[in-house]
């Protein structure tokens, strides 16, 4: 009798240790096969560039790799493997791959023959476009210390085809886009004397400039050309650009901003650029322009404003006013939550289907508790139409609305650098009846 009533109480308690686990495990999992339906359905389980590749027979499902993702929601387990649920969302760290006790999982492009957003670059880094070059994420492989690393690399396979005659009117490079990529690649043609011009459609910093405040960038070591090793793990967002800041200032590059790049034409050794501001010639060009693209516009009366922006930094500058945030993204929702929890800030959302359907679970919860309050107001089915001194103009479900506004910021998406590669004349992995040529050189 007394052993039953040992085993009966063991039995208990391990059922009531057993139970509650399986259940949420199974809850885990049950999330993680929605998730990735879902973010199939929207064409967001695709990566950007590089992403884990996974080896489903050798995989034991043990989840390490989810854990040990600092974005979060990348991967998940479905059918006892891991899966990628969030594509998107990877940019490349590889702490999946280092924490996978089996080796079942890397990183890398997969099969670029498959991919029509990877250019096909050689060793150099040199497209099918001779004498133009790509640098950093634009290639496919995401983080800071890539970017860096290729544009310092690029550059050296420029000045391999030198010396370049002195008082030639082409310069011997240009770099387009001042992030990691182009800065690195700038500070190399210093470094080794070439005659540099940088473009960028913004200020220098590339993404990085995108990151919310304080952001903690994580950082595998790099050398930086004419700087040293960054070899802390982490940086803030802003100590980062501070490097990049007083590296340009400290050997004076030569960079225009606000300057958009158009179009590359001419022969090898002779390129015309053409950009918004005119045409420069150059030997070399090398594109350093990331993939997140240009930011999409609205093209409506009043967008050119000073109170018009495509990226929140920092909500508690808005503090007090009245904001209108118009997209139906993860970017939109998180902007729109960080501003209605500043005091005394009016956000209304709008967005041009009538309800929020492309976004994170935690961002929908997070929004829609605040929609529920009346914390955001929340105009579905709607269109910003002007945008003035004190307003701005709506065409809504039930006719036009006039809101009295201080800012406005519009999260409608870019527009990727593909088809500008493809108008120069670039090859992508994709391109199948170009890339046996081109693979061939
Ligand atoms: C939210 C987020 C978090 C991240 N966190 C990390 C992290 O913790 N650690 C890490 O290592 N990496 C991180 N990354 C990735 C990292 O920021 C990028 O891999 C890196 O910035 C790529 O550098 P790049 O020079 O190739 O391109 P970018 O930094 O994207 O710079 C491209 C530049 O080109 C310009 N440009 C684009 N098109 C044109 C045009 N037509 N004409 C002129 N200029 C143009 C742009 O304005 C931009 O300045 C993160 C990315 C994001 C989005």
């Given amino acids: 009798m007394e052993s039953l009533l040992i085993w009966g109480c063991a039995l208990l308690l391990g059922a009531g240790l057993f139970v509650p686990y399986f259940l949420r495990f199974r809850a885990a999992r049950r ?38 993702c600092p974005e979060g929601d990348v991967l998940g387990i479905v059918g006892g493997k891991a899966v990628i649920t969030n594509g998107a969302r990877c940019i490349g760290h590889g702490r999946c791959a280092e924490a996978c006790p089996v080796g079942a999982l890397k990183v890398g492009l997969g099969d ?78 210093r470094k080794l004397g070439l005659r540099c011009l940088v473009l960028d459609q913004q200020a220098p910093g590339g993404t990085i400039l995108q990151y919310p405040r304080r952001k903690l960038v994580l950082v595998q070591p790099v050398e930086i050309p004419l700087f040293g090793t960054l070899n802390r793990k982490e940086y803030s967002k802003e100590d980062l650009l501070d490097i990049w800041l007083r590296l340009h200032a400290e050997h004076d590059l ?47 009366p009043g967008e050119d404003a000073a109170k018009v922006a495509y990226r929140l930094i920092d909500a508690s500058l808005y503090r007090g006013s009245r904001v209108l945030v118009v997209g139906g993204g993860d970017s939109a929702a998180e902007a729109a939550v960080a501003l209605a929890t500043q005091p005394g800030t009016e956000v209304t959302l709008s967005y041009r289907k009538p309800r929020l359907l492309r976004i994170k679970k935690r961002n929908a919860d997070r929004i829609e508790a605040l929609i529920a309050t009346g914390t955001v107001k929340f105009l579905g089915d709607s269109q910003p139409t002007a945008i003035r001194d004190g307003t701005v103009t709506l065409d809504t479900a039930t006719g036009p609305a006039i809101l009295p506004n201080d800012f406005v910021f519009v999260f409608a998406g870019g527009d990727p650098p593909f ?10 992995g994709g391109d199948q009846a170009e890339i046996q040529d081109v693979l061939a050189v």
């Fill in 31 to 68: 999330q993680d096969a929605a998730r990735r339906d879902e973010t199939v359905s929207l064409g967001m389980n695709r990566p950007v560039g590089q992403y884990p590749l996974i080896d489903a027979n050798a995989c034991i499902g043990c989840g390490s790799c989810i854990a040990a």
């Fill in 112 to 189: 670029i023959t498959t991919r029509d957003d990877i250019p096909v670059l050689s060793p150099e880094l040199e497209t099918s476009r001779p004498g133009v070059f790509v640098a950093g994420e634009l290639g496919g492989f995401a983080l800071v210390s890539n970017a860096v690393d290729q544009g310092r690399r690029a550059m050296e396979s420029i000045a391999a085809r030198g010396p370049f005659p002195a008082g030639d009117p082409r310069w011997d490079a240009i770099v387009v886009g001042a992030g990691p990529g182009g800065l690195s690649a700038a500070l190399t043609a």
């Fill in 254 to 300: 030569k960079i225009h901003t606000d300057e958009r790049l158009l179009d590359v034409t001419g022969s090898p050794g002779d390129l015309t650029v053409h950009t918004t501001a005119g045409v420069h010639r150059a030997r070399h060009v090398v594109l350093a322009l990331g993939r997140r693209g240009t930011p999409r516009r609205l093209g409506i």
């Fill in 419 to 428: 088809p500008l590669l493809k108008k120069i004349g670039i090859v992508f």
